[in-house]
């Protein structure tokens, strides 16, 4: 449901482009790793992989399991809310195995959370959490990393700034855009796995970046 009204609101903000390194969606059973820029871009993500005939299980901060009504959706659908500095944090890990051995892709997002900085300006995703590293190491699983850019035009800054870009986002559809790149399968040792799914992730972000034509910000935080 929720991958079927990402599909639907989010044309009516923006004009979404989604494009692939391969000519093809990602196979099931991946894990897909998306850069988090804004509260905005899940619905993009999930509207992106939809056009390419994907729903998948997303693994997404626990506290949206305390808002009414989408909390309940969350869990009917079998999304995967993550404890963090909990012990429950290991469930998640479990759930997501057992997602990726039914066939089913799971989609989360590997820096952990929302950069802190002002404005719309792109920049790459930043460091990355070893969760990732742990459920690709423990399934085998492929990892597919997609870039997505624009997202921070309908929704950032201080909560004022926020809602006013929303509001005003219908009028002007900002562009917004969406590359998945190639799968790969990381290797053993963590960091350097770490280093090369980021490093993906990074030029699959900058290939949607660049088609904004505005200035990028190449060096992270």
């Known amino acids: 449901m929720l991958s079927r009204l990402a599909g639907i609101v989010v044309p009516v903000f923006g004009r979404?482009?989604?494009?692939?390194?391969?000519?093809?969606?990602?196979?099931?059973?991946?894990?897909?790793?998306?850069?988090?820029?804004?509260?905005?871009?899940?619905?993009?993500?999930?509207?992106?992989?939809?056009?390419?005939?994907?729903?998948?299980?997303?693994?997404?901060?626990?506290?949206?399991?305390?808002?009414?009504?989408?909390?309940?959706?969350?869990?009917?659908?079998g999304h995967i809310p993550v404890h963090r500095h909990d012990p429950r944090a290991a469930q998640a890990l479990q759930d997501a195995q057992a997602a990726l051995a039914a066939g089913r892709s799971v989609l989360l997002y590997p820096e952990g959370g929302l950069p802190h900085r002002k404005g719309a300006r792109e920049a790459p995703p930043r460091p990355f959490h070893p969760g990732l590293f742990h459920l690709a190491h423990s399934t085998g699983a492929p990892v597919v990393p997609l870039g997505q850019a624009g997202a921070r035009a309908l929704a950032s800054g201080g909560p004022v700034e926020q809602v006013a870009r929303?509001?005003?986002?219908?009028?002007?559809?900002?562009?917004?855009?969406?590359?998945?790149?190639?799968?790969?399968?990381?290797?053993?040792?963590?960091?350097?796995?770490?280093?090369?799914?980021?490093?993906?992730?990074?030029?699959?972000?900058?290939t949607a970046a660049r088609r904004l034509g505005k200035p990028l910000r190449l060096v992270g935080p």
């Not at 894990?31 to 871009?41: C, E, G, K, Q, V």
């Not at 562009?175 to 790969?184: D, E, K, M, S, T």
């Open 16 to 77: 979404l482009k989604v494009t692939t390194e391969t000519g093809a969606a990602p196979p099931a059973g991946s894990i897909i790793i998306a850069n988090h820029t804004s509260l905005s871009d899940p619905a993009i993500v999930l509207a992106a992989l939809r056009r390419l005939g994907i729903e998948p299980i997303v693994l997404a901060a626990a506290g949206l399991w305390r808002i009414p009504v989408l909390g309940c959706v969350l869990t009917w659908e």
């Open 166 to 206: 929303l509001l005003t986002a219908p009028l002007h559809r900002p562009r917004l855009y969406v590359h998945v790149g190639a799968p790969l399968r990381l290797g053993s040792e963590q960091a350097r796995a770490l280093a090369v799914a980021r490093s993906v992730l990074i030029r699959a972000w900058y």
